[in-house]
């Protein structure tokens, strides 16, 4: 059964931070928007390359850019086509069913009277980002640079509840690295994948705020505020890319220690095997010595049990006595030898 989906989650036109039009569709937005001279904010959700196309011929749109969007899959960048920002950014959240981080896909077009945002996945919840610019009309009245902060600013929010859930995990592995478990090694290899996923997605953020921070004005009354709110997300975004690196560094040692726990297990094992078999040596040794002690006076018997006529020695009158003479003898001489190697 298809899915029914709306590609387009919200389009409105905006003058002076004020909710002015709620177009039907993009035909629509673009002809008000021309009218009131605001501006528009488009938001869609796994557009078709038509609708993509359309924005894009409206609003001039960069080629490669489009290409990026409609190919999908890019690492976080921030690119600058004359006018318009082209900004990626991949979302995050963590699943607590599986213990899994789940990455997503963002892209802005932010020009000077319109933001684009397209969304791949599930998060970020856009819609929260809007109802509360919404509710700040003097922040709103920013224009694009507004929205272009408030979608940053609830990327890097939803990544604490990522960082969280990484951090349980990585104390969860801590507790079994001196358990037996035949696991560990292959959830501290996952979770190292995730670890490294994170941070391709939140280290380059840091170069990015930095350079936007640049591109507006710190001295611009109106922009003022916005500039320190950028400042407020880039320090975030620090902390979180000192932690994960914390992360990355606390699951390389668990592996390591992990490796030198199994070496040190496996030769525990190898030497309670080694003195098993050093045991069953001894215990052999010294069944085969008192074997070959009680062969010698058994070969004796055996030969002169054999009752050929022509046998001389039984009908010596020390005959008996020699035989056994020589099995005690004989037995004595290989007790002798074996006591002497330490056989018996």
Do not use: C
Request: avoid cysteine; charge should be negative.
């Amino acid at each position: 059964m298809q899915t029914w989906r709306m590609p387009i989650i919200d389009n409105a036109v905006y003058v002076n931070g004020e909710r002015t039009a709620n177009p039907e569709n993009l035909e629509e937005t673009y002809e008000v928007l021309r009218k009131r001279h605001g501006m528009a904010w488009i938001g869609m959700y796994r557009p078709t390359p038509a609708e993509i196309e359309s924005v894009a011929k409206e609003f001039d749109l960069h080629h490669l850019a489009i290409e990026d969007t409609l190919a999908g899959h890019q690492r976080p960048k921030l690119e600058r086509y004359g006018t318009t920002q082209f900004i990626v950014l991949q979302p995050a959240r963590y699943l607590d069913a599986s213990e899994e981080v789940e990455f997503g896909e963002v892209h802005m077009f932010i020009g000077p009277d319109f933001a684009i945002t397209i969304r791949h996945a599930e998060s970020p919840d856009l819609g929260r980002v809007r109802k509360r610019l919404e509710s700040n009309p003097k922040l709103l009245a920013l224009g694009p640079l507004a929205v272009m902060y408030a979608v940053l600013d609830q990327v890097v929010d939803e990544y604490s509840p990522v960082v969280s859930g990484l951090e349980n995990d990585i104390d969860e592995i801590e507790d079994q690295l001196f358990t037996e478990g035949a696991n560990v090694s292959r959830r501290i290899y996952e979770l190292s994948r995730e670890v490294i996923a994170f941070q391709r997605a939140t280290q380059p953020l840091v170069g990015m705020l930095a350079i936007l921070r640049e591109r507006i004005s710190s001295e611009d009354e109106r922009t003022i505020e916005l500039h320190r709110d950028l400042r407020d997300v880039e320090d975030h975004v620090l902390a979180l890319v000192e932690r994960v690196d914390g992360f990355r560094s606390l699951l390389q040692n668990a592996l390591v220690v992990h490796a030198t726990l199994v070496g040190q297990r496996q030769n525990e094992e190898t030497k309670a095997l080694t003195e098993a078999s050093l045991s069953q040596g001894e215990s052999t040794k010294r069944i085969s010595s008192w074997a070959a002690i009680l062969f010698a006076p058994t070969l004796i018997a055996s030969i002169y049990g054999m009752n050929f006529r022509n046998m001389p020695e039984l009908l010596w009158p020390w005959g008996y006595p020699l035989a056994l003479l020589a099995m005690v003898v004989l037995g004595f001489i290989l007790y002798a030898s074996f006591k002497k190697r330490g056989w018996i």
